[in-house]
């Protein structure tokens, strides 16, 4: 399997965004780490291993950035400068790590979304903030409300950065891009398993306003650990392929979407 170590100098950041990337073509797939984790978190836990023949058969081309939890949401800085920090990380994944992933051999495809736990809030957040870039989302096991991180404090920053909030008053710009995106949350619903609330609320916001989202709850013995990811992503990983989402060029559009969600037990 061709894998490489990048580093894309970031001047949101002030320091460079580490990634490791695998294969050499397919569907683009940014992949956020768990909290506070790092780049090559995803491949030690074997993850890369669970989804290589999607890899090697040159249908998914995987790109694990580096996560700033640790310098914003999980810091020990005053709420608002967390937000602050938040949005210079997500300023350096939408205008440098998504140019360098287009010019990697994507010019013209959407970007795909994936995460579990913390990683599955990233993968919602910015798959519901840049739905320009990123027109798909594969969120595992994740929380969808950030008051947890600030002591409940909110201000504007914090409030754009929260999906269980924003996805109740979604400007008509954002909704009209969103038609033509797919957003899969699942979740068990078993040991560890504690933001399904967060869940259901935010896929219920979305849907009221016509945005494309599947809500899959798993089992009560399905729980939040890296055994039951790896049976996850490679369920939703085969639904994509079979319906012919994974392809380098590929971006969702609305007749797709809605296709997915009507025919997905049969596809």
């Known amino acids: 399997m061709n ?4 580093q894309i100098p970031s ?10 990337v695998y294969g050499t073509g397919g569907k683009p797939v940014m992949v956020f780490p768990s909290q506070e ?34 310098q914003s949401w999980f810091s020990n800085q005053p709420p608002a400068d967390r937000a602050k920090r938040a949005n ?4 350096a994944i939408r205008n440098e790590i998504v140019s360098h992933i287009l010019e990697d051999g994507h010019a013209g495809a959407g970007i795909l979304t994936h995460g579990c736990s913390f990683g ?6 910015f798959a519901l903030r840049h739905p320009d870039v990123f027109d798909s989302g594969i969120a595992l096991s994740g ?20 999906p269980m909030y924003y996805s ?17 949350v699942c979740s068990g619903q078993g040991a560890w398993e504690e933001w399904n609330g967060e869940a259901i609320t935010m896929c219920n916001n979305l849907r009221n306003a016509g945005i494309p989202v599947m809500l899959d709850l798993w089992g009560y013995d399905v729980n939040h650990d890296w055994p039951w990811w790896k049976k996850m992503i490679i ?19 609305s007749q797709q979407s809605k296709d997915f969600l009507l025919n997905f037990h049969s596809i």
């Open 235 to 253: 369920y939703f990983l085969g639904k994509f392929e079979r319906a012919g989402f994974l392809t380098s060029k590929h971006r969702m559009n």
């Open 11 to 20: 001047k949101a950041l002030g320091q460079p965004m580490e990634m490791l």
């Open 168 to 184: 109740s008053a979604m400007s008509d710009k954002a909704k009209k891009q969103l038609l033509q995106n797919l957003l899969v």
């Open 120 to 125: 599955a809030y990233h993968a919602a957040n």
């Open 37 to 70: 984790g790092r780049f090559f978190d995803y491949e030690n836990f074997g993850m890369i291993d669970t989804i290589a023949p999607f890899i090697l058969d040159g249908k998914i081309h995987v790109y694990c950035v580096d996560s700033m939890d640790h």
């Open 143 to 162: 929380c969808y409300n950030i008051d947890f991180a600030v002591g409940g404090h909110s201000n504007g920053d914090i409030y754009a950065h929260n």
């Open 3 to 6: 894998r490489e170590y990048r």
């Open 88 to 91: 210079d990380y997500d300023w």
